[in-house]
């Protein structure tokens, strides 16, 4: 449930003041995975809340949330709750009329069995505020719902065999939040004009239509919701009564003065001239979010770029998807001023994507380009060159200086990421480059543009089959001695898969420094691991064929990997995403398990420093002298020998050197903090156990008294 949508924050940086309180005070950690950090509830205190809650059946807080229940509470427990949760279950029926006076907040989602609703069942509980009914499997809500008139927040989401919205929806004048996201309903009655206190309204139009005549939604609703904050209306590309109606409403949108979010489908780009209010003063700059879905296109069923990238876009602040475009229109431009996000799927015309104007993209952070089959390159640097008047030097502006995330699929006449002169500043920002099927690609990194990429953390590029090298040197006088510096000083994970004609990494370029990660798969011509490519100090894995691995040419480097046991051999009879998806989710696993528990206190702290001791003389030890040339290698990073059950299996040589190779880390402020957390932790163990003593004897009083009935 998101805080802003339900009433109880207003604003963004309120609930990150909230989420930074609760990892300070230990009952959250922050952590990361791939590209994002999250935070969530510490172990400890996750288990005790467990432990605690399952004895409060009599509480006023009934939590029953994903205890495989198959029938619903006794009718005491609804007589008593404040508040009833009950999701995730597997229940089957509802009670006909339960008895609940005091219920304020009722869950009841992904019960994936519950089919239908009792005509009565809400008929006694008349001060319910919360209800969330998403992904059940109802067809239709009883006339019982209608007299929740202190309803405030309603969740329908994924109900997918829920095809009509009652107009006695417009009884519940209380309402703030109505989710219709993912239901099939086919039109919205014009009763939803009365829920004046709507600050919140998500609706999919994705069902079918025996009168396609009928309006999606009707003329002036929209405007009456003046409260409105947040506005998503999902439809279905396909659907022709939404291309005629959707003009007038994009004009209702643009005159509520609150919104803060939009999410909206336009098939033509001419209606964003809507979004200017009287040719001055601009919708974009009122909007916290939002993600424009620009150009007509028909709806896939499935689509040829992966999964995960389209989450990762949907998560982005303010986004837009142009679709089968043509041109430069104006108004895209204008809207990408305001973009951090774009899409560009399959555009028709465009050759590069800096004819979108440099000045256009200056917020952008994350970028994907798909099927746009005429770009041969992304930005021409040559068109940007500029010379000043007083000593006739160049210069040029800072291209796509915010950009963050870049993703390149199916190009397929895409030849270079950059061509012509790189100002400093340019792509300085960028920390993941994903290159997916580009068949007539040769230059990824030019040596300029490789002095601008300290930011870069992952590169991806499969399938890209005139590659020979990651970057390329073009002036015969950059084949001189390379200077004493190291490129891509941040990049950690590198994959490179089906790359036939791969010879190198690097043209002998020194990079990566804090490289963990390396995945080659189908790179026949890739004869070494040069020691004078690789000097990363962190390895943790390198991942390919087990023939290849074997037939790879003798290297210092080379001799490193098989020290420390990091090669994990990929099965050419088995998915390759699948199997590169489960090393990673391993590797996370055991750094999560490598990290000090919560609950082992000062002693094992203080056992670990002979080991931190001894890893320092071990690493003295392996230090190479300077005339070695070989760049030096200290002992990497390690996978454990120990593996839970359900978790991949790796070689035995692995785990058995690297459970040799682990070397705890700690520093004094880790043992401050940790020690705080141990403290807050056991003092918040005492409080749940006295408590759960009280919930122990109360709940066998219930059961008892259960039991004589």
């Given at each position: ?58 509480s ?53 069995h ?35 008139f ?142 424009f ?10 689509s ?57 993209m ?10 746009c ?28 200086g ?11 006449n ?45 590169l ?17 006088a ?9 490129y891509?000083?941040?990049?950690r ?17 020194p ?5 963990e ?6 790179c ?99 230090k190479?002298s300077?005339?070695?040339?070989s ?8 996978f ?11 070689p ?55 039991s004589?009935?």
């Amino acid at each position: 449930m998101h805080w802003h949508s339900c009433g109880a924050v207003q604003v963004r940086q309120t609930s990150e003041q909230i989420v930074g309180d609760l990892v300070n005070a230990f009952l959250l950690e922050s952590f990361q995975y791939g590209d994002s950090d999250f935070v969530r509830m510490r172990r400890e205190i996750h288990e005790e809340l467990l432990n605690f809650l399952r004895f409060e059946s009599c509480s006023p807080f009934l939590r029953l949330g994903g205890w495989g229940l198959i029938e619903p509470p006794k009718d005491e427990a609804w007589e008593k709750a404040n508040e009833m949760h009950l999701m995730n279950n597997k229940l089957l029926e509802l009670p006909t009329s339960p008895h609940g006076s005091q219920l304020k907040v009722l869950f009841l989602q992904s019960n994936h069995h519950l089919r239908a609703i009792p005509p009565m069942f809400f008929e006694c509980l008349p001060v319910l505020q919360i209800l969330d009914l998403s992904y059940t499997r109802i067809r239709s809500l009883p006339q019982s719902l209608f007299k929740l008139f202190e309803l405030r927040i309603f969740f329908l989401r994924g109900c997918e065999l829920l095809m009509e919205l009652p107009p006695e929806v417009g009884k519940l004048g209380n309402l703030e939040v109505l989710n219709l996201e993912g239901t099939k309903i086919i039109n919205l009655p014009i009763d939803v004009e009365r829920l004046t206190k709507l600050k919140c309204l998500n609706v999919s139009f994705h069902g079918y239509r025996k009168n396609q005549s009928s309006t999606l939604i009707p003329r002036n609703v929209i405007q009456q919701l003046f409260q409105l904050q947040e506005l998503r209306i999902d439809v279905n590309p396909d659907d022709e009564q939404w291309n005629a109606t959707m003009e007038d409403i994009v004009k209702e949108v643009c005159s509520l003065k609150q919104l803060e979010a939009l999410k909206i489908y336009l098939p033509q780009v001419a209606p964003l001239d809507h979004f200017m209010r009287n040719g001055t003063s601009s919708v974009y700059t009122s909007l916290v979010h939002f993600r424009f879905v620009v150009g007509s296109h028909h709806s896939r069923i499935i689509s040829r770029l992966p999964n995960e990238l389209a989450i990762k876009f949907e998560l982005q602040a303010r986004s837009l998807k142009y679709v089968n475009g043509e041109g430069i229109p104006s108004q895209i431009k204008e809207v990408l001023q305001h973009c951090t996000a774009l899409f560009l799927d399959r555009h028709l015309t465009l050759t590069k994507l800096s004819e979108f104007g440099i000045g256009n993209m200056k917020k952008l952070e994350f970028c994907v380009l798909g099927e746009c089959y005429k770009i041969e390159t992304i930005v021409d640097g040559a068109e940007n060159c500029k010379q000043r008047e007083d000593d006739g030097d160049f210069y040029g502006e800072n291209i796509l200086g915010s950009l963050q995330f870049l993703r390149l699929h199916y190009m397929k006449n895409l030849v270079s990421i950059w061509k012509g002169p790189v100002w400093r500043g340019c792509l300085s920002s960028l920390k993941s480059l994903t290159l997916h099927e580009c068949p007539q690609l040769t230059t990824i990194f030019t040596l300029g543009l490789l002095e601008n990429l300290n930011s870069l953390e992952e590169l991806v590029a499969e399938w890209c089959p005139e590659i020979n090298s990651i970057v390329t040197l073009e002036d015969p006088a950059e084949h001189k001695p390379f200077p004493l510096r190291t490129y891509l000083p941040n990049l950690r994970k590198i994959s490179l898969h089906f790359m036939p004609k791969l010879v190198n990494i690097s043209s002998g370029l020194p990079i990566a420094p804090k490289l963990e990660w390396m995945s080659f798969y189908n790179c026949p011509c890739l004869g070494t691991l040069s020691d004078k490519e690789f000097c990363s100090i962190s390895i943790n894995v390198i991942i390919g064929e087990a023939d290849w691995w074997r037939s790879l040419e003798w290297s210092s480097f080379f001799g490193f990997a098989h020290q420390h046991n990091v090669f994990v051999p990929i099965k050419r009879d088995e998915d390759l995403t699948t199997q590169l998806e489960e090393i990673e989710n391993q590797l996370l696993a055991q750094r999560q398990e490598r990290k000090p528990s919560q609950q082992s206190g000062e002693a094992e702290r203080q056992e670990r420093k002979p080991s931190q001791q001894s890893g320092e003389t071990e690493r003295k030890e392996r230090k190479p002298s300077q005339q070695s040339g070989s760049g030096g290698f200290i002992k990497a990073p390690a996978f454990e020998a120990t593996t839970a059950s359900k978790k991949m299996k790796l070689p035995a040589n692995m785990r058995e050197g690297n459970a040799k190779a682990t070397v705890a880390k700690g520093d004094d402020d880790d043992e401050e903090v940790d020690a705080k957390a141990d403290d807050f932790i056991n003092k918040f163990k005492q409080q749940l156990k006295l408590q759960r003593l009280d919930s122990t004897i109360r709940y066998k009083e219930m059961i008892g008294r259960g039991s004589g009935k």
